[in-house]
């Protein structure tokens, strides 16, 4: 799993390439939390899933994980752009109900 970000304006994306799962779990939220305490600061974060080919439920728990840490900074955070394969797994695991999915338009 490989992890980009960018800012642009009041927005910081943050881009998953691979696969999210038990394996790369604990790097991903190394990398992300250290993301969001260096750069998040009343911004809103997007994590685009658009390079992810895979996410299992460790990979659920490090974003719901990630998605509790920006609401307690009071910063908002978004799944945006997800592949097919992560779209349905968070449609099935009901993520959707806890943290948005963005929309545009």
Not at 77 to 84: E, H, M, R
Request: glycine content about 10%.
């Amino acid at each position: 799993m490989d992890i980009t970000c960018k800012a642009e304006k009041s927005k910081i994306y943050i881009y998953f390439i691979g696969e999210l799962d038990e394996y790369s779990s604990s790097g991903v939220k190394f990398t992300v939390d250290s993301i969001i305490d260096k750069t998040a600061t009343g911004q809103s974060v997007f994590f685009d899933f658009s390079q992810t080919t895979f996410m299992d439920s460790t990979g659920i728990g490090v974003l719901l994980g990630r998605y509790k840490k920006l609401k307690k900074l009071g910063i908002k955070g978004y799944v945006y752009n997800p592949s097919f394969q992560v779209d349905k797994i968070l449609q099935i695991s009901g993520i959707y109900d806890v943290m948005p999915k963005y929309k545009r338009g």
